[in-house]
């Protein structure tokens, strides 16, 4: 009988950018193998409707499945946003782990003021989840400032993190009067742990105040860590494990970019879902 706990966990996001969350995985746990998959034939999730994101997160679900996964961790804000019932329902006893939730618990322990901003996509923003779930989890009241940064992914893929273009459109945003008074910044989407160096540095130029950069990769590790070990699924294995990486379309700036969010080579197989 295969020891549930030896099986890979599934992680998937748009393209690129939940290869953060990989990273942090891989750190805190190297022991667990990861099956990856990349919608990179999708990509952007963030400018998409909610319906079509549920649609391909459906799909992808399947596929992870497929593949025997003992946990599905959605590493993508917008599918975490809009499609975390779908995969829920999809996978049954599985479970899903999303990234809305661990980021936003850290981000109410933390606070000082109540008051907290989150960036994130189009996608993300509409879909108020961030406001709803801190709001839902804080004991007091909140506020949360949530503001859209569309242009931030298409940025880091360039590989602009710290460039002028990539600053000023990174003080534009930041500058908006509704992230005034926040003390604590989740950062809701997978791209931005790649420029939370820039943010904090915005911060500690322009806002009197101190503010905290939430980089949601971290708690996810630590959060899918604890929810393993509560179903008695960590491997224990002293083996660091390879991981396997998908994605739905290939081209060599997709490899690139996927050293960008890694930081390091992985080789890439194509599947059509
Ligand atoms: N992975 C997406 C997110 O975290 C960003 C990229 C996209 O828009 O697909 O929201």
């Not at 596929?63 to 975390?84: D, G, Q, Y």
């Not at 949360?144 to 360039?158: D, G, Q, R, W």
């Not at 003080?171 to 992230?179: G, W």
């Not at 604590?184 to 939370?196: D, E, R, S």
Request: proline share 5%.
């Amino acid at each position: 009988m295969i020891d549930s706990k030896s099986l890979p966990i599934g992680v998937f996001d748009s393209g690129l950018g939940g290869l953060t969350i990989v990273k942090a995985i891989q750190k805190l746990m190297p022991q667990e193998k990861l099956i990856y998959f990349g919608d990179t034939a999708h990509l952007p999730y963030g400018d998409k409707s909610p319906e079509t994101i549920r649609q391909y997160a459906k799909e992808i679900t399947h596929f992870l499945l497929s593949h025997s996964v003992k946990a599905i961790v959605i590493a993508c804000n917008s599918a975490s946003a809009v499609a975390l019932d779908t995969v829920k329902a999809e996978a049954k006893e599985v479970p899903v782990f999303d990234v809305v939730r661990p980021a936003s618990l850290y981000a109410s322990s933390i606070t000082q003021n109540r008051h907290i901003g989150v960036i994130g996509t189009r996608a993300t923003i509409a879909s108020g989840i961030y406001k709803r779930l801190l709001t839902a989890i804080s004991e007091e009241p909140v506020f949360v400032a949530e503001k859209a940064t569309p242009l931030l992914v298409p940025m880091i893929e360039e590989g602009w993190l710290q460039n002028q273009i990539s600053l000023e459109i990174i003080h534009e945003y930041l500058s908006d009067n509704v992230l005034k008074n926040i003390d604590t910044l989740i950062l809701g989407c997978t791209h931005y742990p790649l420029i939370k160096n820039q943010i904090q540095d915005f911060f500690s130029t322009f806002q009197s105040n101190p503010v905290t950069v939430v980089d949601s990769s971290m708690t996810v590790a630590a959060y899918l860590q604890k929810g393993l070990d509560n179903a008695n699924l960590l491997n224990s294995s002293p083996t660091p494990a390879q991981s396997l990486y998908f994605f739905s379309d290939f081209s060599q700036n997709f490899e690139d970019s996927a050293k960008l969010f890694l930081g390091k080579k992985v080789t890439f197989e194509r599947v059509e879902l």
